[in-house]
């Protein structure tokens, strides 16, 4: 069953940006965790940003720091993640996901793939020339 929907990826050449959307019904609670991962095929999915919704608080992996801006639209049940000067290394399926009760621990929660109970399908990024 598939509880968040990403979307807004797509091609884009190196240098080029994109926000990428995800619909969270339901789970832009106080309480709750959104984070972004991304897989390439063959290797872990791999964390890049994560908001507390209660706070807001906001964390970026080390990949996207200073390129990547994450948002929430509380009243629309929405998590954005614009990402900019992408690179190739940027392409893969980015997911959002959902973790209930994170407040007391959110910024360890926002990092920990195992904290997520619930997950989108993806929405696919490359970055080629």
């Known amino acids: 069953q598939v509880h968040l929907t990403e979307s807004g990826g797509g091609s884009v050449a190196p240098g080029g940006s994109l926000t990428l959307s995800c619909a969270a019904p339901?789970?832009?609670?106080?309480?709750?965790?959104i984070s972004w991962f991304r897989q390439v095929p063959g290797n872990e999915r791999e964390w890049v940003a994560g908001?507390?919704?209660?706070?807001?608080?906001?964390m970026y992996g080390d990949a996207v720091k200073g390129r990547s801006t994450i948002s929430q639209d509380i009243a629309k049940n929405m998590v954005f993640l614009q990402m900019t000067d992408l690179k190739p290394e940027d392409t893969g399926l980015y997911y959002c996901?959902?973790?209930?009760?994170?407040?007391?621990?959110?910024?360890?929660?926002?990092?920990?793939?195992?904290?997520?109970?619930?997950w989108g399908q993806g929405t696919p990024v490359t970055v080629s020339s």
């Open positions: 339901g789970y832009m609670n106080p309480n709750s965790c």
């Open positions: 996901a959902a973790a209930l009760g994170c407040t007391r621990r959110w910024w360890l929660v926002l990092l920990r793939r195992d904290e997520f109970q619930y």
């Open positions: 908001i507390y919704v209660g706070g807001p608080g906001l």
